[in-house]
Nanobody, 121 residues
């Protein structure tokens, strides 16, 4: 059983939007920094974004800045990745992850199963 569960992926046309969600029934996500990673076919996994426990600071991959926004719900138990102006290059399996720290360390140990995002016309 995965520690984290992603939802909200799917197929979208270029220029469209999707919102991914990350939840856990085994962890209290409000206490931890949560990262989003992605892996495209034939490419290495890369970090996309991260939000610390206190919601600041946040971090973004350069190519998604000003298009993607990471946030939490008021309870802190769900983390979102709002993806706007999607491009075919954003096509990948997206994962949320944490290392049970309150800051973004870049080396999470606990992962979701991943969810497919496909940007295509």
């Amino acid at each position: 059983q995965e520690y984290l569960v992603e939802s909200g992926g799917g197929l979208v046309q270029p220029g469209g939007s999707l919102r991914l969600s990350c939840k856990s029934s085994r962890l209290n996500l409000e206490f931890y920094a949560i990262s989003w990673f992605r892996q495209a076919p034939g490419k290495e996994r890369e970090g996309v974004s991260c939000i610390s426990m206190t919601n600041e600071p946040t971090y973004y991959l350069e190519s998604v800045k000003n298009r993607f926004t990471v946030s939490r719900d008021n309870a802190g138990s769900t983390v979102f990745l709002q993806m706007n102006s999607l491009e075919p290059e954003d096509t990948a399996v997206y994962y949320c992850a944490t290392d049970l720290l309150d800051y973004c360390s870049g080396s999470p140990e606990y992962w979701g199963q991943g969810i497919q995002v496909t940007v295509s016309s």
